[in-house]
């Protein structure tokens, strides 16, 4: 029983020490998350202005009532927030390659799933804090357009603002886990930001992110059963509007908002198990041969 205790508290002692230094490093470069946030606010700014009227009519038919574009928006910016955060944690492992910091923690006795999750958590906190400000900055945008209470801008009010943060930290984990075993896979950064790029772009637009997928060709619709990010930003955007947004799969067993809800958090709770294992086997057959 002791020696569960001894491993369980050194599991718990590698993964702060982990979660520290890539905090540390986080506050000492703010350029990198500094700039990863600018891009999807820029895209919230110049969609909203972009295709807000033209939007405007499809989206009110989808979720009934009279629907500003930036309630629409504002939930997939926030996935995508989150995405762009799981993108930028294969780059940073790989510096660690780069510098033989990764190799030194392979030498040593430190727990390989400990190595995986602290990294994992530094990005969930900047995953937190990056949401927060785009749903703060979308409730801005909203109040000088169109004015409104915060119960109009997220019908669920605090307790679904606190939910699409949720949201998001679920859908950032599969990411994370597939950048980290790009990381490992290339060991370069040019590498690994082409492969995670050539999935994270396709991925976004080919799902119900910026418009309704009944006015997008069928072929999207197809893939946009099958794309992650539809299962988020539906989530997202049923805690936004208080009811079932969810348009690829068809469920009435739960009721309101819970028929999205409940299929969506399954699907990416199943690809966060599925691709978390496969970033923890990678870690743990790493050798410090393999590392350098």
Do not use: C
């Amino acid at each position: 029983m002791s020696d569960g205790r001894a491993a369980g508290n050194g599991f718990v002692v590698d993964t702060w020490v982990n979660l520290k230094r890539w905090l540390i490093r986080t506050i000492r470069n703010p350029f990198v998350v500094t700039f990863s946030l600018l891009n999807p606010i820029m895209f919230l700014v110049l969609f909203t202005e972009v295709f807000g009227n033209l939007a405007g009519g499809a989206i009110s038919g989808m979720v009934g009532g009279d629907v500003s574009y930036v309630t629409y928006l504002v939930p997939a910016i926030a996935i995508q927030v989150s995405l762009i955060a799981a993108t930028t944690s294969g780059v940073g492992l790989v510096e660690d390659i780069e510098s033989g910091m990764f190799e030194k923690a392979l030498v040593s006795p430190m727990h390989r799933g400990a190595v995986f999750f602290g990294k994992s958590l530094s990005e969930v906190i900047r995953i937190v804090v990056q949401v927060v400000i785009i749903l703060a900055f979308g409730y801005v945008l909203l109040l000088l357009g169109e004015g409104g209470s915060f119960t109009d801008y997220i019908d669920t009010g605090v307790l679904g603002a606190l939910g699409i943060v949720a949201v998001g930290i679920l859908f950032s984990i599969w990411f994370t886990a597939f950048s980290n075993v790009m990381a490992l896979a290339t060991r370069d950064q040019e590498s690994t930001m082409i492969a995670v790029n050539v999935l994270q772009f396709p991925l976004l637009f080919l799902s119900s992110a910026f418009l309704p997928l009944e006015s997008l060709p069928g072929w999207v619709q197809t893939v946009a059963a099958f794309n992650p990010i539809t299962y988020g930003v539906d989530a997202a955007r049923a805690l936004m509007f208080g009811r079932d947004t969810m348009t690829v799969i068809e469920v009435t067993a739960f009721g309101g908002m819970w028929d999205t809800l409940v299929p969506a958090v399954a699907v990416l709770g199943a690809l966060d198990l599925a691709l978390g294992a496969v970033a923890v086997y990678y870690m743990a057959r790493a050798t410090s041969a393999d590392a350098r």
